[in-house]
């Protein structure tokens, strides 16, 4: 087995295990991605990807972080993503979209203006998490179980506009800190109802979500969902790898296809944790301990790091995000590193 091995995930074969992970643009009006993300998306996908994952991708305004984030939540926006999944195709790459809630990081500005909170008059709005907190000077208010009930009912409306776009599948962000991971770890999840307490209560959100789109969408649709395997918090709250294997079990018996093994999300990562490959040992826990398919994220920039891992069964995908940026053809590149034959688009084959 080799980077460049196909990997079917129900009807869907990506031609390599190469996958541009999902990277936040900042780039988008209304919600509505546009020339900045068809070039971005599209270049990737020229550049030999497998599987090219959008940025995450809000369900509903008060979904996004930064009014500059992507959604779909409208007909604009899902005509705007078709057009970009439809220059993906026609490069024989395949697209899925990463479907996203940002709970209690909302209402931020841009990064060039340091994700300060947005004031009311700026287009700030209110946040909801699973508990009322603050998070980085924005306060969120707890989400009541109407809310919560509203909310799947956002993912599924979602979901239902991928197909319709053509995206070949979804991934649900369900780590860094977001929306999920608010209800799935202890340290921010302080509810005493059914959606908090015991294990079984802080996942049920992402759960019951997974469940309501797996109904929604075709049974030949693969489900992929990012978790954040460790909170990287030193608290007995904190969530664990045990808790993540625990999940993803869980999560494969509800549909779900595959999971990309991430992490943090609620702090700063202390550098003597991040390292090449540091996420590895995740990817290759969960997929040893439940036997569905794992993606490996995190500091992957060379092509024999990531055959390496492959070829040793760590993980079935390479999920591949700032050396994308360096170098959109890193998978062209690789394939010649490695000496192993692969495509170009016939209009670049006189320069590689
Ligand atoms: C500019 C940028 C934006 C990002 N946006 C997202 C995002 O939208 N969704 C997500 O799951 N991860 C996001 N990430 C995290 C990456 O997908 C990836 O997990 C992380 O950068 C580690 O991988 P790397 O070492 O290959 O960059 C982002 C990272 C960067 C650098």
Known sequence: MSLFSPIQLRSLTLKNRIAVSPMQQYSAKNGVPGNWHLVHLGSRAVGGAGLILTECTAVSPEGLATLNDVGIWNDEQKNAWKNIVDFVHEQ????GIQLWHSGGKGSLKHPNERMKPLSEEEGGWTVKSSSARDFNGVFAEELTIPEIHELKVKFVQAAFRAVDAGFDTIELHAGHGYLFHQFYSAVINKRHDEYGGSFENRIRFLVETVQEIRKAIPESMPLLVRISAVDYIESEEAWTLEDSIALSEILKENGVDFITASGGGFTNVSKDRV?????????????????????????????????????????DLIIIAREHLRDPYFAIHSAKELDIETEIPWQYKRAF
């Not at 024989?92 to 697209?95: R, V």
């Not at 490959?277 to 990817?283: D, E, L, N, W």
Request: charged share 20%.
């Open 275 to 315: 390292f090449p490959g540091y996420q590895v040992p995740f990817a290759k826990a969960i997929k040893e301990q439940t036997g569905i398919l794992t993606g490996a994220v995190g500091m992957i920039t060379e092509a024999q790091q990531a055959n390496d891992i492959i070829s040793n069964e760590e993980a």
């Open 92 to 95: 024989d790459a395949k697209i």
